[in-house]
DNA sequence: TATGAATGAGCGTTCATTCAT
DNA sequence: AATGAATGAACGCTCATTCAT
């Protein structure tokens, strides 16, 4: 029946609509400062109809991370293909993430959300169990691309991999944040700018000149 | 008068349960998730009193937060007075970092939301000031010990010693939130704490051998 | 649709019985002493339908003002349209005033509150400037009447018109306001009717008689 | 007992210092907008010793209410005895009633407040009895001087002497509170001023000039 | 399916009043 | 007699959620 697959079709398409308009809010104002009023202004529903496809402000929010994961690791994947070396390719993914998270800061806060103590509560296990584990295949992506350079004599071979590709992770996610205040609080754009560029070399080269 | 005195004291005890139990609620629940009536229940004070103490909510989590602030201050500067060389400083005010928030990880959770947009926006102007101001001063002191290595030949000439040193505070930032998460996400905590000790070393020494 | 007109009819109805809840209240406890709930409770709706329909309890109480001085402008502008010569108009248009206040006594008491200082202090310069913008355009339509008056010779050369509204207007409503205490303080209903109408006739012909 | 007489002096002196605080703030702010605590400051005294005085906030803005009817009295008693004439007495009282209120308006302000219904719902019976008891004997005093008059010939036959007096008094009452304003509403405070000591010639020599 | 309307529960804050000392 | 400390009850207002249509 074309109409049931119409139907079907504009479901899927307000859902969307929801997800797309909950997305903006959440990363703005946060889970808390957001309301549902509001997601319903910018999806142009009713409240009452957010709740036809979401059974409460805790789903929508899920959902919304969820969708989000996504579409770093397509971006992520992207980067890492256009590079030959190990280091390269470490580069690569470093900045990407840093460029896909001021692009949509958006989903990079929703993100990050995930990792506060107080909103992973409300979550489902298989909700952080999966979320969790992509972020774990980066890390691993991350740590065999070390073990590679270490392979290659390009990393010292004390390197922990996976402990390298933690540290990376978060000095890039916590730079993020910094560059994400609306108002500076510790260091003006241009500067955070510039750090977060650099900040991979501070990693790969060390800040001690070496003998 | 004892008497007097007593008063004094047990007021002061007051004022300290109810800052307690707000450090752990705000830890807990974040600034807009905690209510003046959860901290006064967990202080077993009613919620009017609370406002004989402080003058506002607000006013409460910036006592929290400045309290959090002075006691860092007090463990970085004697970890760094232990030490001589700029290059040990530096390490030793990193670890003393890491040590004072997995010892107290409330605290320490509490000064990580002054970096959240949201929770800032509900914040004053003046208070976001004061914080802000005591995190750049340490920033500029681990800038400042990073010159002089720089003017001593211990670290690399084209260093950035204010940019080296928010990457530095940001990668062990983002590293004790993992080892905070009351359940392992994406590694374990002894491969964490293992991490996290030598997560300095990645950034003084690089993952690149140099010739 | 009947049923779109129906639901349009209950809301303006449901509006309406919320003002008439609210004037009542306002009227007998003032501005601050009423409480939304209260109104809520009086109109057998919960407190937060109220916000569905006035943004704010200032809001409220200004539609009830507003609404309260078209009516009185109606009853003024009927009445003078009936009369012929200033002296006759300026008599009817303050008999309509002592009439329309006596007939609704609610609403005259609103209208007073917006006179007393410490009920003017919680309303907002707005809503201050549009009731006194109201008030002051009766009373210059008064002293047109009575300019309109001094050139034909039926009032005195010397009279300051606006001065001259002023000073009967606060008579009538001086006197109106003892008319309505619920139990007589200074003098008997009666007594107070017939000061009332005659009233005006203090003000135009005078005490003295004049040779 | 010289002790005993002086610890009732100090406590009336208490008292008083109290009635004075509470007089000044319930003029300026009324009986919702002044807080005990802001009386115990202004006397300078703790807000707990208020109640060993006054059993009730209630009680204490009654005591002050009262407390200004005799200095009116006072006022006005002064004022007729200087003059001869039955006009110029009217005249001088209605003057000094008017230069009384706006020396001290506080006293003025809590004295209307008895005319305010909901505010006399709460007074006592004897309290409402005393208040309107000195207000009658005030106009009985004025229809008497209104009386003489028309003997005399210098009032018109037909005057209703205590209707007038009552007439008189609910004007310049009316003009006084325009006068007091903080913000003008309807009128300038030049043009008020104007208006409030013409007003009582309004009354006695009439709008109409007669044959 | 979609929604306008309604509301219970809760927020931060204030204040008259009480009570132990 | 005087008070510092405490609090219950309320305030205006908001919001996630429900329900009749």
Redesign the pocket.
């Known amino acids: 029946m074309g109409v049931k697959d119409r139907?079907e079709r504009?479901?899927q398409q307000?859902r969307l609509s929801i997800i797309e308009a909950a997305e903006a809010l959440f990363s703005e104002l946060g889970f808390e400062g957001?309301?549902?009023?509001s997601i319903a202004d910018r999806a142009e529903?009713?409240?009452?109809?957010?709740?036809?496809y979401f059974k409460?402000?805790?789903e929508l929010y899920l959902t919304v991370c969820m969708q989000g994961l996504s579409l770093f690791t397509d971006r992520l994947q992207k980067a890492v293909k256009r590079q030959r070396s190990p280091e390269a390719k470490v580069r690569a993914i470093y900045l990407a993430y840093i460029e896909r998270s001021l692009e949509d800061p958006m989903m990079f806060r929703v993100l990050q959300d995930t990792f506060i103590e107080r909103i992973r509560r409300n979550l489902s296990e298989e909700t952080v169990r999966q979320i969790s584990g992509t972020i774990r295949q980066w890390l691993e992506f991350g740590a065999r691309l070390v073990e590679e350079g270490k392979e290659r004599g390009i990393f010292r071979q004390d390197l922990d991999a996976y402990g390298f590709s933690l540290a990376a992770w978060r000095m890039a996610t916590g730079l993020i944040e910094l560059a994400l205040l609306s108002e500076p609080m510790v260091a003006e754009p241009p500067e955070l700018r510039r750090t977060l560029e650099r900040s991979i070399d501070y990693l790969l080269k060390g800040a001690c000149p070496q003998k």
């Open positions: 139907r504009e479901k307000r957001t309301t549902m009023q529903l009713s409240k009452a109809t957010l709740y036809l409460s402000k805790e």
